[in-house]
């Protein structure tokens, strides 16, 4: 059974900066393209993907988070945890941020995390 399990999320001044952790157990990585990913959903806005990390090393970034967020993995145990650096925060970043994992990295993801809120204060 897969399970994602996000923390991290809380709130923080603009500027400021949060580390989201992605503990994803269960899942296969059954090839290079199999990857890891944080999305986030705003309120009455349409879910766009911040960062996504594959297993053969590409990693690829939104528009809008570009140069402040950073996408890693690490290992725990048997598990794969990514995590999401996020700096230089600004309020347009506040939203529900959802980890997820697929096998070849393509929408639709097919398992997704609960996910953990980020609210950023002007």
């Known amino acids: 059974q897969v399970r994602l399990v996000e923390i991290g999320g809380g709130s923080v001044e603009a500027g400021g900066s949060l580390r989201l952790s992605c503990r994803a157990s269960?899942?296969?990585?059954?090839?290079?393209?199999?990857?890891l990913a944080w999305f986030r959903q705003a309120p009455g806005q349409e879910r766009e993907k911040v960062a996504s990390?594959?297993?053969?090393?590409?990693?690829?970034?939104g528009d809008s988070v570009k140069g402040r967020f950073t996408i890693s993995w690490r290992h725990a145990g048997n598990d794969k945890v990514v995590d999401l650096q996020m700096n230089s925060l600004k309020p347009d970043d506040s939203a529900m941020y959802y980890c997820?994992?697929?096998?070849?990295?393509?929408?639709?993801?097919?398992?997704w995390g609960q996910g953990t809120q980020v609210t950023v204060s002007s």
């Open positions: 269960g899942f296969t990585f059954s090839s290079s393209r199999s990857c």
């Open positions: 997820a994992a697929d096998p070849i990295c393509s929408s639709p993801f097919n398992f």
């Open positions: 990390s594959s297993v053969g090393g590409n990693s690829d970034y």
